[in-house]
């Protein structure tokens, strides 16, 4: 059984940076296209960017194209969500979530088996 476990989230002025990462066991990541979502308070869960298995294929929600980047280091069963020049409606909890196969890169929840935990962020002056 495939388990992810997010981290990095934190406290970050507005323009700043963080990168999350989703650290997988039970399972090699390499088999598993990864999704990133995020859901604030009140509002629904958005899917805001993913990768395929091999990394050959991202896609962004309009919302952070041009400011975060999905990538996965396959040696580490790990992937990240870069994130740069942060605005405080980018605050919300962050999740990543994993579907099995090789050309699938999907910002649709339902779409995805196995989700971490959650790791809170918040943009803040």
């Known amino acids: 059984q495939l388990q992810l476990v997010e981290s990095g989230g934190g406290l970050v002025q507005p323009g700043g940076s963080l990168r999350l990462a989703c650290v997988a066991s039970g399972g090699l990541l390499d088999y598993y296209g990864i999704g990133w979502f995020r859901q604030a308070p009140g509002k629904e869960r958005e899917g805001i960017g993913c990768i395929t298995s091999r990394g050959a294929l991202t896609n962004y929600a309009d919302s952070v194209q041009g400011r975060f980047t999905v990538s996965r280091d396959e040696s580490k069963n790990t992937a990240y969500l870069q994130m740069n020049d942060l605005k405080f409606e980018d605050t919300a909890a962050y999740y990543c979530?994993?579907?099995?196969?090789?050309?699938?890169?999907?910002?649709?929840?339902?779409?995805?088996?196995?989700w971490g935990q959650g790791t809170q962020v918040t943009v803040s002056s």
């Open positions: 979530a994993a579907v099995i196969g090789y050309r699938v890169c999907s910002r649709r929840s339902d779409e995805y088996n196995y």
